[in-house]
């Protein structure tokens, strides 16, 4: 990725000084980390740590294996609102695993078209369906209220955590 | 690579200046449809901002095989009984409620536009950019709250009627606000007579909010806010008159509206057509006896053309609103003709209210059979459209099917209306949930009753469950159709559907459901039957179930007991089996306990189907069940049981009839045998002389012999 950032700046350069500025902050000075660790799970001693099918395939099989947890367009080139985006899904990701509280079984899928956010999740049946309309429609409004705009949950729901569990490791 | 990106970007820049610029120079040419070459645009039609979604909704029909887009899709959460349809949609609704509640009352957090940095911020307040109303809080007015001219003219025009209140009184009441707010205040009180409206942001409490029928009575308030506001208007301009009698019309205050309305005449005062409109409607409050009050109305109606008032809709509505309520009679019937006439010749159409009205005048449910309806469905089906105009359109199309159902009894009429609510979005002319469920109840009923079989049930595979799901009654009616057209499969499907829709405990509804399937079971394919014979099993072991539950848990109304007829339909529906290890014999033998243990409500009405199946368990060896039939008989005090007993003792003993009987007269040799041979012996001497043949210890420990051996088999 560094090298790549790198080369970029090297190719641009003799056609003028039209993005360098913006280019400038993408060189990483962290260690390179993203290949090896983020987005993997440890196997355990017991091999009994369970994963979800979403967790069991490693982030260079997104697009192959599995699909993406934010659908936006903000990260494309020339997106807008990207820090917000990212932001404002990690505060929705937040609050659905806080009001739902124990009951996500899943990631929290985030899709967003025109001015519509629709958030998708695997919900455990642990309490009646009254609760959980309850919590769909305080969620929707409440969210909705928040990000000025409307918000569409669609739940789906499976009888224990077990149902969504891949593998063990 | 990366170099030669700029240049498309550059084009694509150009291409899009060339395309705004045509675009400007495209709006204002079709202004005129001529032109010079003889190319004629179209004229520019001008569009809302929904235009485009409406249009894709409508190519959207109604869907009746998933449930109602407001529950959500998933197995777990999609509702399959009224209780649950209701208690769903409204717990989502208190849901978002609880939401506008934390938002209203922490105002403050909600308070700028999603994570900008704090210098961006504009005001302190609310900086969401663009600002859209329904996501602002709402503000909230106390005691101490310091209010403007500006707040009242906002609770005024979002009809918040407790609010608009306290800030009138935070300002001072009548002396520090302005004339022309104080007239649009007392409009408000008016409309809504000083009461909070249900809001309009809910609309599923106002959709399943029971329905509550308007009071016929004067609920005016004398002397409250709004009189006190019209006392203080001066002078009293037309609008103000307007308002307050419509009021006290509204609300069926007629003498005080009428007083006003000569005080307004003679102070020159012009009033409008919706005064008169409502006055038309207050007349019965007014006079009494229906010569005075056709007298009153004529004269009012002079009275407008007098003024120069043309009429509109609403004054033949509220005319033939008056008339329905004055009762019926030829007399009334013919003026409601007349006054729609002369409406027509003036080019006023009458809509969905007044055919409600004149429907109510018509076909009254003990008056001979009218059928206006079809000359009003031929009239509705030759408009474009039909728009609801005042809150009583919504009454037509419950009341049309109503007509169909009790009066007409016609199921023809019935689709055509149904095809017409179906068109377009007249959907929404349904009303409510109460009126919808009504609604369907009429068709439902009048689809079972009149329509050919073929068409019910397709009619019932559109609708149940997720239209509309079938209230007892009209169950009862289903099961009564399906019986007579001999449905056996979907017979053993409506107890499933009964166990779905939450109704399966009541007694007298299952009874009728095993009869049904009892009397149609013979000519069923064998596939058939043992669908119905698993659903009489089930029944069984459901009000089992309901039973022991009752019994853990102390339930405030008690479950109803299954019948004796109910279970002598099940025994007889399980025991139509000719292997022994059949588990429907299990089935059997606990109905035949149950009944013993008199568990059960009354006698069975077919006794001979125990003796028959005493028979028949006999035949197959389970001579256990046999014997509790035969006793059960007896003890019941049944003719059959003499001949049963001697017949199922013949076949288990495997001697002719007349040999058991002498066997039986003479009591010799009874003691070698089986126990339930000896149990059966008891209850022919039961029947025969009403005591048994051994004294109570035997039998009781024979009784028990019985249960052990048919346990052992």
């Not at chain 2, 509705?380 to 049309?400: C, G, M, Q, V, Y």
């Not at chain 2, 159709?481 to 939450?502: H, I, K, N, Y």
């Not at chain 2, 389970?622 to 003719?639: D, H, Q, R, S, W």
């Amino acid at each position: 990725m560094n090298t790549s950032a790198l080369r970029l700046v090297q190719l641009q350069n003799p056609l003028g000084n039209l993005l360098s500025p913006a280019l400038a902050s993408q060189i990483h000075t962290s260690s390179p980390l993203c290949r090896v660790v983020s987005g993997k799970y440890r196997i355990t001693k017991k091999r009994d740590r369970p994963l979800t099918y979403e967790m069991a395939n490693p982030p260079h099989y997104i697009a192959h294996r599995k699909s993406w947890n934010s659908w936006n367009t903000s990260n494309l080139k020339d997106g807008l609102r990207r820090s917000e985006t990212a932001v404002e899904d990690e505060f929705i990701r937040r609050f659905m695993t806080g009001t739902w509280h124990g009951l996500v079984c899943s990631e929290v899928i985030i899709k967003r078209q025109f001015n519509h956010i629709r958030v998708a999740a695997i919900i455990r049946r642990a309490v009646s369906p009254t609760k959980m309309y309850f919590l769909l429609g305080y969620t929707e409004e409440l969210l909705a209220n928040w990000l000025q705009c409307p918000v569409t949950l669609e739940i789906q729901t499976v009888d224990s955590f077990q149902d969504v569990v891949f593998k063990y490791i | 690579m990366y170099s030669n990106i700029n240049l498309p970007r550059q084009w694509s820049r150009l291409s899009y200046i060339y395309r705004t610029l045509t675009t400007l120079e495209g709006q204002t040419l079709p202004q005129s449809t001529k032109s010079s070459d003889g190319i004629s645009p179209p004229p520019r039609i001008p569009r809302g901002p929904t235009d485009i979604l409406q249009a894709l909704a409508a190519t959207v029909g109604p869907d009746p095989t998933a449930a109602h887009y407001k529950y959500h899709d998933d197995p777990y959460l999609i509702p399959l009984s009224n209780f649950r349809k209701r208690s769903y949609a409204l717990s989502a609704e208190a849901g978002r409620k609880a939401a506008a509640w934390i938002r209203d009352e922490h105002a403050e957090l909600f308070n700028t536009r999603e994570w900008d940095p704090p210098g961006k911020m504009k005001t302190p307040y609310f900086n969401a950019d663009p600002h859209i109303d329904a996501f602002a809080p709402k503000p909230l007015y106390n005691d101490e709250s310091k209010v403007t001219e500006e707040d009242l003219k906002y609770t005024i025009n979002n009809a918040l009627l407790e609010d608009s209140l306290k800030i009138f009184q935070l300002l001072g009441g009548t002396s520090g606000v302005n004339e022309e707010l104080r007239i649009a205040f007392l409009q408000l009180l008016c409309f809504y007579n000083e009461k909070e409206p249900d809001s309009m942001e809910w609309l599923e409490e106002r959709w399943f909010s029971a329905n509550i029928r308007e009071r016929q009575a004067a609920t005016w308030k004398l002397g409250g806010l709004a009189d006190k506001i019209f006392e203080s208007l001066e002078p009293k301009t037309s609008e103000a008159y307007c308002c307050i009698i419509q009021g006290m019309a509204k609300y069926y205050q007629a003498e005080r509206a009428y007083v006003l309305t000569q005080e307004a005449k003679d102070n020159g005062i012009k009033l409008s057509t919706s005064v008169y409109n409502s006055l038309l409607g207050c007349i019965g409050f007014l006079k009494e006896g229906t010569a005075l009050r056709t007298e009153t109305l004529k004269s009012l109606l002079v009275e407008m053309e007098e003024q120069g008032i043309s009429p509109n809709n609403e004054t033949l509505t509220s005319c033939l609103r008056s008339i329905s309520a004055w009762g019926g009679g030829k007399m009334l019937q013919q003026l409601a003709l007349q006054i729609v006439a002369e409406f027509k010749k003036l080019g006023i159409e009458p809509g969905l209210s007044a055919y409600y009205y004149l429907l109510c005048l018509f076909c009254k449910e003990r008056g001979p059979r009218v059928d206006i309806l079809s000359g009003i469905l031929n009239d509705l089906e030759k408009r474009e459209s039909l728009e609801p105009k005042e809150p009583t359109d919504t009454n037509f199309f419950i009341t049309a099917m109503g007509v169909c159902s009790d009066h007409l009894q016609d199921i023809n009429l019935a689709e055509r209306l149904h095809a017409l609510l179906m068109k377009d979005d007249n959907y929404k002319l349904v009303g409510d949930a109460y009126k919808e469920s009504i609604y369907y109840r009429h068709f439902v009923t009048v689809a079972c009753r009149h329509a050919p079989f073929e068409r019910t049930t397709q009619l019932l595979d559109m609708l149940v469950p997720n239209v509309y799901v079938p209230e007892p009654t009209v169950m009862e009616e289903i099961i009564k159709t399906l019986e007579v057209g001999g449905a056996g499969d979907r017979l053993a499907q409506v107890w499933s559907q009964l166990v779905v829709f939450g109704i399966a405990k009541r007694a007298k509804l299952v009874e009728r459901l095993l009869s049904a399937m009892c009397s149609c079971y013979q000519y069923q394919e064998n596939e058939v039957k043992e669908k119905m014979r698993a659903a009489a099993a089930d029944v069984l072991r459901y009000s089992q179930l309901a039973e022991d539950k009752e019994e853990t848990k102390d339930l405030r109304s008690p479950t109803q007991k299954l019948s004796a007829t109910t279970l002598s339909n099940i025994i007889e529906l399980c025991s139509d089996t000719q292997d022994k290890s059949d588990p429907n014999w299990d089935t059997v033998s606990e109905a035949l306990q149950k009944l013993r243990r008199s568990e059960a409500v009354g006698v069975p009405n077919k006794p001979q189907v125990l003796a028959d199946v005493a028979q028949k368990a006999a035949t197959v060896g389970k001579a256990g069940i046999a014997a509790v039939a035969v006793t059960y008989l007896a003890e019941c005090g049944f003719e059959e049981a003499i001949s049963a007993s001697t017949q199922v003792l013949g076949v288990m003993l495997n001697r002719p009839q007349e040999e058991v009987k002498q066997l039986l007269q003479e009591r010799q040799g009874l003691d070698s045998l089986h126990p339930s041979a000896l149990a059966i012996a008891d209850a022919y001497h039961l029947a025969k002389t009403g005591a048994p043949a051994q004294d109570l210890d035997t039998s009781t420990s024979s009784e028990s012999d019985s249960e052990s051996s048919s346990e052992d088999e």
